[in-house]
């Protein structure tokens, strides 16, 4: 079934473009969902996360648009997975892939790379619990200050100062490793 008709279907109250909304993005949704969770929670409570993003999909139908669904599902399954790490307690995760360690194949200069990049790690990891967090949720994640704001239940100004906080911690461990002062 084409991505246009799953929608219209959805869109007219059809279950019929539910279940074939499953059927086509499951897996996907389900990895997303996975690469967050780990093995943070039991295996029904994940499933639990999985079936909310399609549940969303069916109540917000009007929001989705051919060529997006992907994304919008993507999106919506990272935000319900680390809504509910938060809800049990537990930090974001920064992904381990996004700051590999070259090996000796590898082009000139990314071994220096990968140094930064675990400098950076570093120096994220060590911010306090909630400031690190509202960090990662905007500059790793992109979520803005609002989407932020909404689901920490903070001010829109603290997550300003948290964020300002972040980013002047980090400047000074970073200028301590020998980054350049504009890092």
């Keep these: 079934m084409r991505e246009e008709t799953i929608l219209r279907k959805i869109q007219s109250g059809d279950p019929a473009g539910l279940e074939a909304l499953m059927e086509r993005y499951l897996p ?3 990895a997303v969902v996975w690469n967050i969770l780990r093995s943070s929670m039991p295996r029904e409570d994940g499933e639990e996360v999985v079936s909310d993003v399609f549940l969303a999909a069916w109540q917000q139908g009007s929001d989705l648009c051919p060529g997006s669904v992907k994304a919008w599902l ?8 680390k809504n509910r790490l938060r809800k049990l307690g537990r930090e974001l995760p920064l992904e381990e892939d996004a700051l590999e360690v ?4 590898d082009p000139p200069g990314e071994y ?3 140094v930064e990049r675990q400098l950076v790690r570093q120096a994220v990891d060590s911010l306090p619990g909630p400031d690190r967090e509202v960090f990662l949720r905007h500059y790793y994640y992109a979520q803005t200050v609002a989407e932020i704001a909404e689901w920490m239940d ?3 100004s603290t997550v300003k100062t948290k964020l300002r906080r972040g980013r002047m911690k980090l400047k000074e461990i970073l200028t301590k490793e020998g980054f350049p002062s504009e890092a």
Excluded at 74 to 81: D, E
């Design 154 to 156: 903070l001010n829109q």
């Design 102 to 105: 070259p090996g000796p194949d």
């Design 74 to 81: 993507g999106a919506v399954a990272r935000n319900k997975a």
């Design 112 to 114: 220096e790379r990968a």
């Design 28 to 30: 996907y949704v389900s």
